[in-house]
């Protein structure tokens, strides 16, 4: 970073176009903690690094930024002699080669020009939005601009271990070449430091998610169809260390903020009790518990989702207790894989989404990769669904009590909230009477895991009647045809 900050406030380059920003600020990033220059410009935070299972260490950075921001000044000035002077000559040649490298990956990473345009940051927390202004400074050759702006940042969140780390480079990079001295050995130390590593990664992941946008005007393809008594859906991506926050409108969906979060020390897909894995699939938000009634670990409040749902059920999944919460007060991040399965975002991150949630009809999606689509492919996906569920419908309205068993996997089940029991066909034909059946408010929910299943949800209300049943089932495609393996009755 160091090195990269110096060679940009040489240089001023211009950035004239968004995609070369962006490359040049993904090159930043890679160096800004690979570097060994970087690895020196927060010892302090190191420590505090650690608090991705606790926040004593953070706490006692909030206490010394000052100091913390000395220490990384003078650290970061033995980095940039690495990389100018002596056996530091080859180490910058490499460093060089090495952004060139990044560039060129992120060059060619970027869209192609007749691929619909990205869709553009949304500001999630105040203090990420902030940090990325402080890269596109940098990008801009506005070093001093930077570095003021990320002095404010790490005042107004001391803990923001990656600020902290980002200011301590800006101001390495304010000090002249030939004060520096070498300490090849610290430098080395540093690198292998596991809490540095955890840096690295989310100033990564978090450059990850300005750089690869979400193409404008996609959904999730998981999000095939959504009633608008979802006023918002919520898709993580695993691999992006980021939640994105959708509003629901007659419109349509739209993506409107998103989020650096953490997810599993292990990592996704969850398959027991206790693996600290997440859990991959489509859920609901089931309440949102009162801060006041956890502990300070869960910090601003959580929000518990139907793990394990009926599909995971079905293929022995077990554990329980998956919340999207929130981090210790003391704590402003955590390193992407940090929680014991849970869903982790920073305190202000899970304010916001804490007003916009609904117990009951918020969805929330954990995937590995989040794949995005536009809304007529979507509706074309739904469509061979549609005719299914449709065609489950007549037959149930015609009596036709062979015909309707065939729409039923043998090991069928229903359940409520209070109770599982089977059901037969016989009782849905005498609970339908023949009767014409509306359908409304229907949501589909894809999820693709090795099996091709689908959760729906949807109000019926029979011909002469004026409220009915709301149901949500569980499909599972068996060739070219669906097949319902569960249903509960939500109210």
């Not at 903690?33 to 410009?41: I, S, Y």
């Not at 910090?299 to 079905?314: E, F, K, S």
Request: aromatic share 8%; with cysteine; charged share 25%.
């Amino acid at each position: 970073m160091t090195d990269i900050v110096r060679r940009g406030r040489l240089q001023n380059p211009p950035f004239p176009r968004r995609g070369n920003l962006l490359a040049a600020l993904m090159t930043a990033s890679a160096l800004m903690l690979a570097a060994p220059g970087a690895a020196f410009a927060s010892n302090k935070t190191t420590g505090s690094a650690k608090t991705s299972s606790g926040a004593k260490a953070a706490s006692k950075s909030a206490g010394s930024r000052g100091a913390a921001a000395h220490a990384s000044s003078g650290k970061s000035r033995a980095s940039a002699r690495e990389a100018r002077g002596g056996t530091g000559k080859s180490v910058q040649a490499k460093g060089k080669k090495a952004a060139l490298a990044e560039t060129r990956t992120a060059s060619a990473a970027k869209p192609g020009r007749k691929a619909a345009p990205a869709a553009s940051i949304q500001e999630a927390s105040s203090a990420e939005a902030r940090l990325i202004s402080v890269y596109e400074m940098f990008g801009r050759g506005q070093a001093r601009p930077a570095l003021a702006k990320a002095r404010d940042l790490v005042r107004d969140y001391p803990n923001f271990q990656l600020a902290q780390l980002v200011y301590g480079d800006l101001l390495a990079a304010q000090v002249p070449p030939t004060n520096s001295l070498p300490d090849t050995a610290g430098i080395a130390k540093m690198r292998g430091n596991p809490a540095m590593s955890e840096l690295h990664e989310e100033s990564r992941r978090r450059l990850q998610a300005l750089r690869e946008r979400p193409p404008a005007g996609t959904v999730p393809s998981q999000f095939l169809s959504l009633s608008t008594r979802s006023r918002y859906a919520i898709a993580v991506d695993a691999s992006r260390s980021r939640l994105y926050l959708l509003e629901n409108s007659d419109r349509g969906l739209k993506l409107v903020a998103d989020y650096y979060i953490s997810v599993g020390k292990s990592g996704t897909d969850k398959l027991t009790e206790g693996d600290a894995r997440t859990p991959l699939g489509v859920y609901y938000i089931t309440s949102s518990l009162d801060p006041k009634s956890l502990k300070d670990f869960y910090g601003a409040g959580a929000l518990p989702i139907n793990y394990p749902n009926p599909y995971d059920m079905r293929r022995g999944r077990t554990g329980g207790g998956i919340w999207l919460h929130g981090t210790p007060p003391q704590q402003f991040a955590r390193a992407p894989l940090a929680s014991d399965g849970c869903v982790v975002m920073a305190n202000p991150d899970l304010k916001q989404l804490l007003r916009k949630v609904q117990v009951g009809a918020t969805p929330v999606v954990t995937a590995r990769s989040l794949q995005w689509i536009s809304p007529p492919q979507a509706e074309k996906e739904a469509q061979t669904f549609t005719s299914a569920i449709t065609a489950w419908k007549d037959t149930r309205a015609s009596g036709n009590e062979a015909q309707l068993k065939k729409f039923y996997l043998p090991d069928f089940q229903r359940s409520n909230k209070k109770t599982t029991e089977g059901i037969s066909v016989h009782d849905e034909v005498e609970y339908a009477q023949g009767k014409r059946v509306q359908f409304k408010d229907m949501s589909y929910l894809h999820w693709r895991d090795g099996d091709d299943t689908m959760v729906a949800t949807f109000g019926e209300v029979f011909e002469g009647e004026k409220s009915g049943r709301t149901r949500r089932q569980y499909w599972l495609r068996q060739g070219s045809e669906w097949k319902l393996f569960h249903e509960e009755i939500l109210g």
